[in-house]
């Protein structure tokens, strides 16, 4: 069989093969004798390795994604070269043939024939963003937790807050909280304390907060309401920073906002995960594949198989669900509220936030690549045209129906 020859991209190139204590290079090209090199992770040897490629003419990198130990090597070298970032997946070696000279030989043979796919990597903008909203996202939950157990504790004391008000941590929940650590045990005290629509349910407050307090109880209360409102500053600092970064980006974020479900911090979310340059994705559907948002492809001998969606960007998934969700509760743009009822009927609602959250991030690339607000297009407004003349008669027909009733 004849040997195939790729044709060649690149005329000289580097492989790395990047672990947490060392860097092994090879490189490759044109009148360049091969050589594979290994640096450690230090800057001052980043750098050497930055002087020894420089000195052989490398113009282009490729490396594998591996954890988080790519993204220093990635960031000083991304200053002097042009850096492909791969995903590991993608590259695999022949089982058995592996070692680490060996890897970096493989990646750079596959640059060199132009058989790599970069991963998107943002600028340093979008890189800060995204950390501080990542950041964001694990306090939340920590907060979540946090009130959690905040509940056990007056499941523990027998008081039963949670039976009369919606939010525990609501104004009346709050200040009844606050009462409690401060000492009041009297549920006719504790019940004065109710603001708004709770004030008619006092006899049903006295009944939930006739417990069994304890000093105990008492001390992990003031406790874990420390611990809650160290966080909510802490979300607080991280919400400040990330709104001078946004404020970079005002208009993105506003247009962002036209489409059904997206809020400011959903907005924010996005894009803090593919930035404002839509220009580094060919099209809406190589976004959605990155993002993991779309149905995968296993077909074979004619017959399709799974088509689950792969892992892809969980934080920005996350999001789209959030944002898919609040759509499907929209009044005042029920456009994708109608198609999530009508996925949630043959598919379930998971699966249903899962389509419409891809509907999102599609009109999320054209809004911002084309700098335009979010427009039903004229098929969906003949729709609504369309639904709402339906309804019209049918409250007709029962009105009248009514009526003859009465008759």
Same mark, same amino acid.
């Given at each position: ?9 690149? *005329? ?12 092994? #290079? ?29 000195? &052989? ?31 590991? !997946? ?39 963003? !995204? ?9 939340? @939950? $920590? ?5 959690? !157990? ?37 549920? *006719?005290?504790?019940? *004065? ?9 006092? %006899? ?24 809650? &409102?160290?966080?909510?500053? $802490? ?21 962002? $906002? ?26 809406? %559907? ?9 149905? @995968?492809? &296993? ?12 892992? @892809? ?13 609040? #759509? ?8 994708? %509220? ?9 598919? @379930? ?13 599609? #009109? #999320? ?14 098929? &969906?407004? *003949? ?25």
């Amino acid at each position: 069989m004849a040997a195939v020859s790729f044709p060649v991209y690149v *005329e000289r190139g580097c492989g790395l093969d990047v672990h947490q204590q060392t860097v092994v #290079a090879s490189i490759k090209g044109k009148d360049l004798e091969e050589q594979t090199k290994t640096f450690g992770t230090f800057t001052e040897e980043l750098y050497q390795l930055v002087g020894w490629l420089q000195n &052989n003419g490398i113009t282009h990198l490729a490396m594998e994604s591996t954890g988080v130990y790519w993204k220093p090597v990635y960031y000083i070298l991304e200053d002097f070269f042009e850096i492909m970032l791969v995903n590991a !997946r993608h590259i695999k070696n022949v089982p058995g043939h592996k070692t680490d000279k060996k890897d970096s030989e493989w990646i750079a043979k596959l640059l060199m024939g132009g058989l790599l796919k970069g991963s998107f990597v943002p600028g340093r903008q979008i890189r800060e963003l !995204r950390t501080l909203h990542r950041h964001r996202r694990k306090l939340i @939950g $920590q907060r979540t937790a946090e009130k959690n !157990r905040l509940q056990n504790i007056l499941e523990d004391a027998n008081i039963k807050l949670g039976n009369v008000i919606s939010d525990v941590f609501g104004k009346t929940g709050r200040a009844i909280i606050e009462a409690i650590i401060n000492g009041v045990t009297d549920p *006719e005290l504790l019940s *004065e304390l109710a603001k708004g629509s709770l004030v008619n349910k006092k %006899a049903q407050l006295r009944k939930a907060l006739n417990g069994k307090i304890t000093d105990h109880h008492r001390f992990m209360l003031q406790f874990i309401v420390s611990t809650i &409102n160290h966080v909510n500053n $802490q979300i607080a600092q991280l919400e400040a920073r990330m709104g001078k970064y946004i404020e970079t980006m005002k208009q993105d974020a506003e247009l962002l $906002q036209t489409i059904p479900g997206v809020s400011q911090q959903i907005a924010t979310g996005i894009l803090a995960e593919i930035g404002n340059d839509m220009s580094v994705f060919p099209s809406h %559907a190589h976004l959605s594949s990155w993002a993991g948002v779309c149905p @995968g492809n &296993n077909e074979s001998a004619g017959k399709k198989k799974s088509s689950k969606v792969t892992h @892809g960007n969980k934080h920005l998934k996350t999001t789209l669900i959030e944002a898919a969700w609040a #759509a499907s509760h929209s009044k005042t743009n029920p456009v994708l %509220a109608i198609k999530h009822r009508s996925i949630t009927i043959r598919r @379930g609602s998971k699966k249903a936030n899962l389509a419409i959250g891809h509907k999102i991030l599609i #009109a #999320a690339f054209h809004v911002l690549r084309d700098k335009t607000p979010f427009l039903p297009s004229e098929r &969906n407004k *003949e729709i609504f045209k369309t639904r709402r003349l339906s309804k019209i008669q049918r409250l007709e027909k029962e009105l009248k129906a009514l009526k003859n009733t009465s008759e």
